[in-house]
């Protein structure tokens, strides 16, 4: 008669008792701190995320849940992607590996543990998350080595603040962050041990909320190497003449002249050498000079 009293106690604490996902503030519950969220999704039963009731999640759902809480077997639930109170707003913006301080906020304690999820969204974002990518994402609890929050019993019904370690390798435009509360107060067997109590059977109470943030990566700053400026250099027009050209490459020439043989000498003779203007305008603008090309004549006198 005692344990069936005291099995009745505590599932009229699990009726009463409550609890929400406040920062970063769940789907479910930011109509609460921004109003963009007021005329769409204003949910008055933000704080009965727990997947239909015990008895449902486990006798007919098998233990399974929707990822914001509601119950596993709703065809379009309220929440996720499709769902007519479903906005995807991020409602939070973290660094890469950043310590973060999620606050839950109870009406009643129903002991058990905490556990945080995460599930990037980038790689298709047409999509929303799943429990299956979720279960990939857990987290730790910072200065626990654990990735379970147990000090709920101490905080009896108030607003409970978690430090929680982000991953050193992921950053996200669009991850979806879960608070997962499992209940240590629902009558149960231990299947390893036998025993009989509060919270020891498998078949506990839960709580889920779900948000939208986003993750910044880690800035890395490139030292780019220095610009080089190579300035435009003009050359104006200028009248110059060939025959200029000409003895100043005579007077460079006759410098180290060589008497060219009789048989050199009727080679030469038998050249005839082109007409030459006698003055030639030229406007040259680029930063190279052409390549001269040497009369005939010129050439033949250089190699002999």
């Keep these: 008669m005692l344990k069936l009293l005291v099995f009745f106690f505590f599932c009229l604490i699990s009726i009463n008792g409550h609890g929400y996902l406040l920062e970063p503030i769940a789907r479910s519950s930011a109509w609460l701190v921004d109003p963009s969220f007021k005329d769409c999704c204003t949910y008055e039963g933000h704080m009965e995320m727990f997947c239909g009731g015990v008895g449902h999640q486990w006798n007919t759902n098998g233990g399974k849940c929707g990822i914001c ?170 009248k110059s003449t060939i025959s200029e050209a000409v003895n100043h490459w005579l007077i460079q020439t006759l410098t180290n002249w060589i008497k060219p043989t009789t048989k050199q000498r009727l080679i030469l003779s038998t050249i005839t050498l082109p007409t030459i203007p006698s003055t030639i305008t030229t406007t040259t603008t680029t930063t190279s000079r052409p390549s001269v090309r040497l009369p005939l004549w010129s050439a033949l006198l250089v190699a002999y």
């Design 69 to 238: 809480g509601e119950p596993y077997d709703r065809a379009v639930k309220l929440f996720e992607k499709g769902g007519r109170k479903y906005l995807g707003k991020i409602v939070q913006t973290y660094k890469q590996g950043q310590q973060i301080d999620v606050k839950i906020k109870l009406s009643a304690n129903h002991q058990g543990y905490f556990e945080f999820r995460l599930c990037n969204l980038d790689t298709d974002p047409n999509s929303d998350a799943t429990q299956e990518c979720l279960d990939r994402g857990l987290l730790t609890v910072i200065d626990t080595n654990s990735t379970k929050y147990r000090d709920i019993t101490k905080h009896g019904s108030e607003m409970i603040t978690v430090h929680i370690q982000l991953p050193p390798n992921i950053a996200c435009q669009h991850c979806v962050f879960q608070w997962k509360y499992t209940t240590g107060n629902n009558w149960g067997k231990d299947p390893t041990t036998n025993k009989s109590g509060p919270g020891l059977g498998r078949e506990n109470e839960t709580f889920m909320g779900c948000s939208d943030i986003t993750i910044i990566g880690h800035t890395t700053t490139t030292t780019r190497p220095p610009k080089i400026i190579i300035s435009r250099t003009t050359i104006g027009t200028k």
